[in-house]
């Protein structure tokens, strides 16, 4: 069988990862996973954060959940944390980045406000995710990515699709 990647799309909430995700998966027939949807489809949670008033994931379900259709290949990971997956997992990382006016508007429109708020925009500015990538896998795959307007989003797609493309040259 052809050989595909797998590809993790992180960053802050709402810098793009479902809009960018989505679009690639119609454009190269790639498989998009949603890791919060995951979770809450199977109940795949531990635990409570009092301080945000929502559950934890629980990201050894979440793991043994994704394995075999990971090691298949050909798949889109979206989530807001990448520390907890399997490095080998990925061939290649995409934190998407928002400027902070955006990415206020995009917080606000979709509900969060008062500390919530707050403390998604400081991930942002701190850029929390992308270190977190950094640590949690080889520097050379992973990649930001501008994410503020609708021409940002389709050279991200053209972009990830080359990309995409050339790696199936190489591998197969
Ligand atoms: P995430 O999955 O990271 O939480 P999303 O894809 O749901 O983010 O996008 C959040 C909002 O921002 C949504 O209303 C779509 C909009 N958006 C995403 N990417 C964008 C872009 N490149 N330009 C303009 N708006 C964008």
Redo the contacts with the bound molecule.
């Keep these: 069988m052809e050989k595909r990647p797998n590809i993790l799309l992180s ?1 802050t ?8 995700g989505k679009e690639l998966a119609e454009r190269i027939g790639l498989t998009y996973v949603n890791v919060g949807e995951l979770a809450k489809e199977g109940q795949l949670y531990e635990g409570f954060d009092e301080e945000y008033s929502c559950p934890f994931l629980d990201e050894d379900g979440v793991v043994d959940e994704l394995e075999d259709k990971m090691t298949e290949g050909g798949v889109i990971v ?1 989530y ?1 944390g990448c520390d907890f997956f399997p490095e080998r997992w990925f061939h290649i990382v995409f934190v ?1 980045r928002t400027d902070n006016s955006i990415l206020y508007d ?1 917080l606000e ?2 509900g969060y406000s008062g500390k919530k708020l707050q403390d998604n925009l400081q991930c942002e500015i701190f850029q929390t995710i992308y270190e977190e990538a950094m640590e949690s896998y080889r520097e050379e795959i992973v990649h930001q990515l501008p ?4 021409e ?2 389709e050279r991200n797609v053209e972009q990830i699709v080359q990309w995409v493309e050339q790696w199936m040259k190489d591998h197969n």
């Design positions: 960053g909430p709402c810098v793009g990862k479902t809009t960018l979206d807001h998407l995009r429109k979709r994410s503020n307007t609708p940002d989003l």
